[in-house]
Structure formats: C-alpha cells, structure tokens
C-alpha cells in the first residue's frame, strides 16, 4: 500500500504564499494532484501533473496563483501558492494512482492513493 504524507501547511495572512509537499511512501509518481476541502464544500481538484511531460492542469480558481511542479525530475511534489486568500483556507491533499483513461484528471474518483491532508488558514 502507498502512503502519501502532505506537509507545509499553516496559517499566513493574506498575500502571502506557503509550498506545500507531498511524499509518498514507495515507488515515484506517474501523475499527481492537489486537492483541497474547505469546511461544508465538496472536495475539489486545483492542480494536476504528468510528470513525464511536466503537463499540468489548473483550476480556474488558482490559476496564476498556484503551481504545481517538482524540483530536478524527481519527487516530492511540491504545491507553491502565492497571493492568499481567505477562501483558500482548506484542507488540502495530495493524490497520486489516477487510475481513468479519461481527461478527468481533477476528479477526486479516478485517483486511488490518498494522503491525509494538511491544514492552511488564510486570514484577512
């Protein structure tokens, strides 16, 4: 079984930026995303990577303002955010495993591995 362990959260003040990273316990990342769950919303996908091609995908909701990558090739993957918000407060999670021969890349069902969140707060 692969675990995935987020870190980096926390709480910053608005406009300020965090980075986020995502390790995992065996083997290397195929495709990896972020997701995030703020309090009474649903789940959702921000930022997709293929890392064979570095082809990523955004949420229009982060667009410019997150980005997904990892450093010289190899994992973690790492999620640097800039310009905070306060609705960026969530919980956010790392997923790797994506399983769907469709583009649905930042749909939480086709990824298989999950890790188990880390907290950001972002105030006004």
């Known amino acids: 079984e692969v675990k995935l362990v987020e870190s980096g959260g926390g709480s910053v003040e608005a406009g300020g930026s965090l980075r986020l990273s995502c390790a995992r316990s065996?083997?290397?990342?195929?495709?990896a995303a972020w997701f995030r769950q703020a309090p009474g919303k649903v789940r959702e996908g921000i930022e997709h990577?293929?890392?064979?091609?570095?082809?990523?995908v955004y949420a229009d909701s982060v667009k410019g303002r997150f980005t997904i990558y990892r450093e010289n090739g190899a994992d973690p993957v790492y999620l640097q955010m800039t310009d905070l918000r306060p609705e960026d407060t969530a919980v956010y999670f790392c997923?790797?495993?994506?399983?769907?021969?469709?583009?649905?890349?930042?749909?939480?069902?086709?990824?298989?591995?999950w890790g188990r969140g880390t907290q950001v707060t972002i105030s006004s």
């Open positions: 065996s083997g290397y990342f195929g495709r």
């Open positions: 990577i293929q890392v064979g091609t570095g082809v990523t």
């Open positions: 997923a790797g495993g994506f399983w769907s021969t469709t583009n649905n890349r930042l749909v939480g069902q086709y990824y298989r591995d």
